[in-house]
């Protein structure tokens, strides 16, 4: 597929902007501007090589393992509508208002699985910890209490972040649908990148594809509880989200979803840890 007009023209922009910055950050004087200028053919080099690292998808991809892990506990793709998933939303938040169901009628993107609802947060809580809780509160209501969560009081902000690629494509799909609290989203809940690190998932993703956090993936478990009901469901990554385990230091894992003893649980690990038993959720923006 060619290179648009406006990706060349962003591109430019970005080459433009990052040399100002690195002229103010590394604080080159006349001589010092003057000897890199000396090495225009290694300068460009180095770039071109930056480049080509960045945009080939072959970043992480020993971090990749065969995964024969499936959906077993009856959820299928495509197999709820909007309105009944809405109807769920609307049963567990009364306080959520109205969704754009039309959008549902609509070709699914490719690699997406189904149409899902996902309430915007902040029509949740205050913050988007605040929400996460929120929803595990009721996961743990609609599972008979059977809940474990290895993260208990750690959800605030230095903990926990969306990462800017989420909260990108987030602000589109509302700007898209707006005046509406409730968000019709295409994703699949994990299948697509199963037995990939959640960097891996994360890098082979095209523009219009983002991870799902663990508030969106927890609002997916409340409208299909089907999806995860037996310890050999694969279980979920959730890519869209950052977590730092020494708070506010390196945020160096992601969240995930599992079942065991009767019950949903929540746990960090790695983003660079690759497990046959689990798949990052994802979303995508409509074309």
């Given amino acids: ?36 200028i000396e090495k225009g053919d290694e300068f460009q080099a180095i770039i071109i090589s930056a480049i080509r690292e960045l945009s ?11 995964s024969n892990y499936k959906y077993l506990s009856g959820y299928k793709p495509k197999g709820k ?46 913050t988007y910890g605040e929400a996460v809780q929120k929803v595990l509160n009721l996961i743990k209501q609609t599972r008979d209490g059977n809940l474990y969560n290895y993260r208990e009081g750690q959800l605030s902000a230095q903990y926990l972040r ?7 494509s987030f602000q589109k799909l509302g700007d898209d649908q707006k005046d509406h609290d409730i968000l019709v989203v295409p994703a699949q809940f994990g299948l697509n990148h199963r037995g990939k690190s959640v960097r891996r998932a994360r890098e082979i993703m095209n523009a219009s594809e983002f991870g799902l956090g663990s508030f969106a993936v927890g609002i997916m478990i409340l409208t299909h509880p089907e999806r995860l009901m037996n310890y050999d469901d694969l279980w979920i990554d959730c890519p869209g989200d950052e977590f730092a385990p020494e708070a506010g230091g390196r945020f160096s894992e992601a969240f995930y979803f599992f079942f065991g ?14 497990r046959d038993g689990c798949g990052s959720a994802s979303g995508f923006l409509p074309q």
């Fill in 1 to 36: 597929m060619a290179i648009t007009k406006g990706q060349k023209k962003q591109y430019r922009r970005f080459i433009e902007d990052s040399a100002d910055k690195a002229l103010t950050e590394v604080g080159l004087d006349k001589d010092g501007l003057q000897k890199l």
């Fill in 56 to 66: 080939v998808n072959n970043q992480f991809a020993h971090e990749e393992v065969e």
């Fill in 81 to 126: 509508d909007i309105a009944e998933q809405v109807a769920t939303l609307h049963q567990l938040f009364p306080e959520l208002g109205t969704v754009d169901e039309i959008l549902a009628n609509g070709d699914i993107p490719s690699n997406a699985e189904g149409w899902f609802a996902i309430p915007r947060w902040e029509k949740i809580a205050p």
């Fill in 162 to 168: 969306q990462s800017q690629k989420s909260v990108n």
């Fill in 261 to 274: 003893d009767g019950g949903v649980g929540l746990g960090t690990s790695d983003v660079g840890g690759v």
